[in-house]
């Protein structure tokens, strides 16, 4: 029987039995740089979904909720795709002030 170690990358994401494990294959494990870069930028990516979905629910552009935030629409644009870092005040901010939105954080 072979190890882990001799088993083809197609043959670990095809034995993983969860994401964890394919998550593992991929991006290697939890701790590791090429892992941490990768939960960061997913962690970007759903923040800047919820933005756009709240956004589009509430019938605003890009720019009417920059004006109603105070900042410039191409910030707004830039978080929607996840193309900037957000502070915690500015992410209450958009979603509490201008979409009406209640956000929870949650530290696990």
Do not use: H, P, W
């Amino acid at each position: 029987m072979s190890t882990s170690k001799t088993k083809s990358k197609k043959q670990r994401i095809i034995e993983a039995k969860n994401i964890d494990e394919l998550l593992d294959v991929q991006f290697g494990k939890i701790g590791t740089k090429r892992r941490d870069d990768f939960e960061e930028k997913a962690q970007y990516f759903v923040i800047s979904e919820m933005l756009k979905d709240a956004r589009k629910e509430a019938n605003l552009t890009q720019e009417q909720l920059a004006n109603k935030v105070g900042t410039k629409k191409s910030y707004i644009s830039r978080l929607e795709n996840g193309k900037c870092d957000i502070q915690l005040s500015t992410l209450y901010r958009i979603f509490e002030t201008g979409l009406g939105r209640r956000i929870n954080l949650i530290i696990g």
